[in-house]
């Protein structure tokens, strides 16, 4: 198959014009966010492998081989052992005290010993849905499903029974340290070419448009060398943070399953460029985001319960005009054919996030992000007469993820027939605003009547 390029594109970052004829080419930046090989927690469990990629010394992710999988999933099967005794069976709702969560925190660095398991996977949280406010005992709470844990053939650790991410204790500390930087600029992850990257891969493209037999099996690796590493940038978190690489790795997947470079493991997930292919309309550039998609946050009259509702993700998409510079300008309206697929995936994403466990994991550290703002934004320390400055220096005081910091990755090309040589961009990234929820609240009559009792003081930071 020969083609001629009168249009082309690339994702994540970029997408230029040049043109087309017989079939179009789609440039995807790859990267697995929770992807890191060593992942150093409190007790010395390392975070083998999620979502299949290692980083190295410098910083570059590559593919981790099937015998590294295997290797690092043995390791981590020998270190997670699951919850005993209560903690074992599964709960609607259960409640962990932020107090004394800080203070076995605290003790365990006074007395340099290693966290529980159970404390470092929060009780087997899955979501969180309540925040209680106890003025009785200067304590906030915070509830929602819980179960036990192991871990999953991807190397996430998920409930036993539905197979959804647990909790973080490191992300839910990440989530207060970063609390600052989260109201002033907000929570993301994005990847970005270099300008050498650009030129050289203008410079083949134009060769390759001045030769009307290129070959796409032969211009591929000959792109991906002239393009060479992109940029991987962070905002308001921690770039070493597991909170961070969960970030990459849904965007990563979700552009996966977009592009044809991955199949979905759950039925109704066509990719982008199927629909792009079968389309008879006109394409332009389009980028694709996952944000937060909760409903106004519910509170009691008396201000002590408030309970986080809606879906957690969601999948936009907007088109946009990119120059050959990499600047991207929104037209602040989406092509139909891309709000299709990005509602679809929207749609879909509970059922997958069972399967493909990062968009859990995703999910989780929204719920724990949008928490820290609740308690910032409504005051809610000083409505329960409690300090949570542990919590909120954790993350800064002891080494909770110690791993290689994502700075940079290889591209990844594919090469999709398309009936009128249609161009598709699949720029975007992951963005958190957490404050913007945390603000939107609302009375609820139906919260008055819920309650929560504190059991005696031996029965612990969990119940």
Same mark, same amino acid.
């Given at each position: 198959m020969?083609?001629?390029?009168?249009?082309?594109?690339?994702?994540?970052?970029? +997408?230029?014009?040049?043109?087309?004829?017989?079939g179009f080419?789609?440039l995807l930046?790859?990267?697995?966010s @929770? +992807?890191?090989?060593q992942?150093?927690f409190?007790n010395g469990f390392?975070?083998?492998?999620?979502? &299949?990629?290692?980083?190295?010394a410098?910083?570059?992710a590559? @593919? +981790?081989?099937?015998a590294?999988?295997?290797?690092m999933?043995? $390791?981590?099967?020998g270190?997670v052992?699951?919850a005993? &005794?209560?903690?074992a069976?599964?709960s609607?709702?259960?409640m962990?005290?932020?107090?004394?969560? $800080?203070?076995?925190?605290?003790?365990s660095q006074t007395?340099?010993?290693s966290?529980?398991e159970?404390?470092?996977?929060?009780?087997?949280l899955?979501r969180i849905e309540?925040?209680?406010?106890m003025?009785e005992?200067n304590?906030i709470?915070i +509830?929602?499903?819980?179960e036990?844990?192991?871990?999953?053939?991807?190397g996430?650790?998920?409930?036993?029974k539905s197979? %959804?991410?647990v909790m973080y204790?490191?992300d839910?500390?990440?989530?207060?340290?970063s609390?600052r930087a989260?109201?002033s600029e907000g929570?993301s992850?994005?990847?970005?070419?270099?300008?050498?990257?650009?030129q050289?891969?203008?410079?083949?493209i134009r $060769?390759?448009a001045a030769?009307?037999?290129?070959?796409p099996?032969t211009?591929e690796p000959?792109l991906?060398e002239a393009?060479?590493?992109?940029?991987?940038?962070f905002? &308001?978190?921690?770039t @070493?943070?597991?909170l961070?690489?969960?970030?990459l790795?849904a965007?990563?997947?979700m552009?996966r399953?977009g592009?044809?470079?991955?199949?979905?493991?759950?039925?109704?997930i066509?990719?982008?460029l199927?629909?792009?292919?079968?389309?008879n309309?006109n394409?332009?550039e389009?980028?694709?985001w996952?944000?937060?998609?909760?409903?106004?946050?519910?509170k009691s009259?008396d201000g002590l319960v408030?309970?986080?509702?809606?879906?957690g993700?969601?999948?936009?998409?907007?088109?946009?005009?990119v120059?050959?510079?990499?600047? %991207?300008?929104q037209l602040?309206?989406?092509?139909?054919?891309?709000?299709k697929?990005?509602?679809?995936?929207?749609?879909?994403?509970?059922?997958?996030?069972?399967?493909?466990?990062?968009?859990?994991?995703l999910?989780?550290?929204?719920?724990?992000?949008v928490?820290?703002a609740?308690?910032?934004?409504q005051g809610?320390e000083?409505?329960?007469?409690?300090?949570?400055?542990?919590?909120?220096g954790a993350?800064?005081s002891?080494?909770?993820?110690m791993?290689?910091?994502?700075?940079?990755?290889p591209?990844?090309?594919?090469?999709? %027939?398309?009936?009128?040589?249609?161009v598709?961009?699949?720029?975007?990234?992951?963005?958190?605003?957490?404050?913007?929820i945390?603000?939107?609240?609302?009375?609820?009559?139906?919260l @008055?009547?819920?309650?929560?009792? %504190?059991?005696?003081?031996?029965a612990g930071?969990v119940?």
């Open positions: 020969s083609v001629v390029i009168k249009k082309w594109s690339f994702g994540m970052g970029l +997408a230029c014009r040049s043109g087309f004829l017989t080419m789609a930046l790859i990267f697995t @929770n +992807a890191i090989v992942a150093q409190f390392r975070q083998g492998v999620v979502g &299949g990629v290692m980083i190295d410098e910083g570059m590559r @593919n +981790a081989t099937i590294e999988l295997h290797d999933l043995a $390791q981590m099967r270190q052992q699951g005993v &005794g209560d903690l069976k599964p609607d709702r259960r962990i005290s932020l107090k004394q969560l $800080q203070q076995i925190i605290d003790d007395q340099k010993k966290l529980p159970e404390v470092m996977f929060l009780g087997g899955t309540f925040v209680f406010v003025p005992e304590d709470v +509830a929602g499903p819980a036990s844990w192991k871990v999953s053939e991807t996430s650790i998920v409930g036993s197979g %959804r991410p204790l490191d839910l500390l990440v989530a207060f340290h609390l989260a109201r929570i992850c994005s990847i970005d070419p270099t300008p050498e990257g650009i050289r891969y203008e410079q083949v $060769q390759a030769n009307l037999e290129s070959n099996s211009l000959v991906k393009f060479g590493p992109q940029d991987v940038r905002t &308001g978190i921690p @070493n943070s597991h961070a690489r969960v970030l790795g965007d990563y997947q552009k399953y592009m044809e470079l991955a199949q979905p493991p759950v039925k109704g066509p990719s982008y199927s629909m792009v292919r079968n389309s309309a394409q332009v389009s980028r694709f996952m944000a937060c998609d909760y409903n106004a946050i519910q009259d408030w309970k986080i509702g809606g879906n993700i969601k999948t936009l998409t907007e088109a946009e005009i120059d050959s510079t990499g600047g %991207r300008k602040g309206k989406a092509h139909p054919t891309a709000q697929w990005a509602d679809t995936f929207t749609k879909k994403l509970d059922e997958l996030s069972k399967k493909d466990p990062v968009f859990g994991e999910r989780n550290v929204m719920d724990l992000c928490v820290a609740l308690i910032e934004v809610l000083a409505a329960a007469g409690c300090d949570l400055s542990i919590l909120r993350a800064e002891s080494e909770l993820a791993s290689g910091t994502p700075k940079t990755l591209p990844q090309l594919s090469f999709v %027939r398309s009936n009128k040589g249609l598709v961009a699949a720029s975007g990234g992951v963005m958190i605003d957490s404050f913007a945390a603000s939107n609240v609302q009375s609820s009559d139906q @008055n009547s819920e309650k929560v009792t %504190r059991p005696s003081s031996s930071w119940w």
